[in-house]
């Protein structure tokens, strides 16, 4: 499985980005739609952590440093992934990376429960 993400980019505080993650090498009996899938982000000098998943039926989590202010969604048909940020602010600067998370740990956004990482696309909010 291989993960790409785009989008990234620098933008303002309070301004707003869409980042993608195009997903393919899934197979017959391995599809994305029965993937749980989601986006972590990495701030220079810190550890890594969940960001957004969204399930196989369409059921989402967020870490409350983003609730109200980012959407994950998702695409079955085209394999892909989406984050729209709205209401940046300096503290969401980091290295975003989409992830395909372990069938059941959906909910927990923990890095162990990822197993296929994209490369990352950079996110920077500055003024």
């Known amino acids: 499985v291989q993960l790409v993400e785009s989008g990234g980019g620098s933008v303002q505080p309070a301004g707003s980005l869409r980042l993608s993650c195009a997903a393919s090498?899934?197979?017959?009996?391995?599809?994305?739609?029965?993937?749980?899938m989601g986006w972590f982000r990495q701030a220079q000098g810190k550890e890594r952590e969940g960001v957004a998943t969204?399930?196989?039926?369409?059921?989402?989590h967020y870490a409350d440093s983003v609730k109200g202010r980012f959407a994950i969604s998702r695409d079955n048909a085209k394999n892909t992934l989406d984050l729209q940020m709205s209401s940046l602010k300096p503290e969401d600067t980091a290295m975003y990376y989409c992830?395909?998370?372990?069938?059941?740990?959906?909910?927990?956004?923990?890095?162990?429960?990822?197993?296929?990482w994209g490369q990352g696309t950079q996110v920077t909010v500055s003024s």
């Open positions: 969204i399930d196989t039926d369409g059921s989402t």
């Open positions: 090498g899934y197979t017959y009996s391995y599809t994305y739609s029965s993937n749980c």
């Open positions: 992830a395909a998370v372990v069938a059941g740990y959906c909910s927990y956004l923990e890095n162990y429960a990822v197993h296929y």
